[in-house]
């Protein structure tokens, strides 16, 4: 385990306590898919008290965490979501998820207050801790080269529902390294390397086996290559393959 995992597991361990022998909810900040992995295999470890993961819309993989004592209501996540989009759109850059995040860190707040970004039509949807949602609306005027207007908001339909490109594929076996293969078009030794290097994630845990099956519904993210959900059909090939259809998230 390395210093800065020891660190958040002292963190983590911290929050359960509070929250179990003071009866108080207690949060994290935004984690990462391999800390929601260190949580869970630290979990069994911790004392005893309920918690959950939310990210301020149901598909995020930047989650917060909230400990609340045994018996107790949770509580409301303090989530804002700050919509930052061009002054003059005739005008503005093509603007990137990392255009996006480079300007919010050059405003000197760090990566763990932030959550997902969202990107629809040249306009971000940066979910972030409620404590610095009013600062970023006020502080941020310009993405890369562009001016742009940040407000508070809330949490547009367009931006949170998933947009798809569906791939029919056929396959040996229903391997996860068989799955990144197809999806991102890979060899099955390159999606290995992937899963190797502790990039590839099911339902945001980490894994590193790289025959693991799938199962229906499952979303796949890889670091580097995007995500997808799988889905099974009861289809066979010719040569007895199965027919799956992998949906790669846009």
């Known amino acids: 385990m390395t210093k800065e995992e020891q660190l958040l597991n002292r963190r983590l361990a911290d929050l359960c306590r509070q929250a179990s022998e003071n009866y108080y909810c207690t949060f994290s900040d935004f984690l990462n898919m391999s800390e929601q992995t260190l949580f869970f295999n630290i979990k069994n470890s911790l004392p005893p008290a309920p918690f959950e993961l939310w990210g301020g819309y149901p598909d995020a993989e930047r989650r917060m965490l909230q400990f609340y004592p ?8 303090p989530i ?23 300007a919010l860190i050059n405003l000197g707040i760090d990566r ?87 990039s590839a994630f099911i339902n945001g845990r980490l894994t590193e086996n790289a025959s693991a099956v ?17 889905e099974s059909t009861s289809l066979k090939s010719k040569k007895d393959k199965f027919v799956v259809k992998t949906h ?3």
């Open 112 to 198: 763990s207050k932030l959550g997902d970004i969202l990107i629809d039509n040249n306009t971000a949807y940066v979910f972030a801790v409620r404590q610095i949602g009013e600062y970023i609306a006020g502080l941020l005027t310009k993405v890369k080269h562009t001016k742009v207007d940040a407000f508070l908001c809330d949490v547009p339909e367009t931006a949170i529902t998933p947009h798809f490109k569906t791939k029919q594929s056929t396959v040996a076996s229903i391997r996860l390294d068989s799955l990144i293969a197809v999806a991102f078009n890979l060899s099955r030794s390159a999606a290995s390397r992937y899963i190797a290097s502790q």
């Open 214 to 230: 799938l199962k229906d519904n499952d979303i796949v993210s890889v670091r580097g290559l995007g995500r997808f959900k799988f």
């Open 70 to 77: 045994d018996g107790f209501d949770k509580e409301t996540f």
């Open 248 to 250: 790669i998230y846009i």
């Open 80 to 102: 804002v979501c700050i919509c930052i989009r061009p002054a003059n759109p005739k005008f503005a850059d093509a603007l990137t998820h990392r255009d996006f995040l480079g």
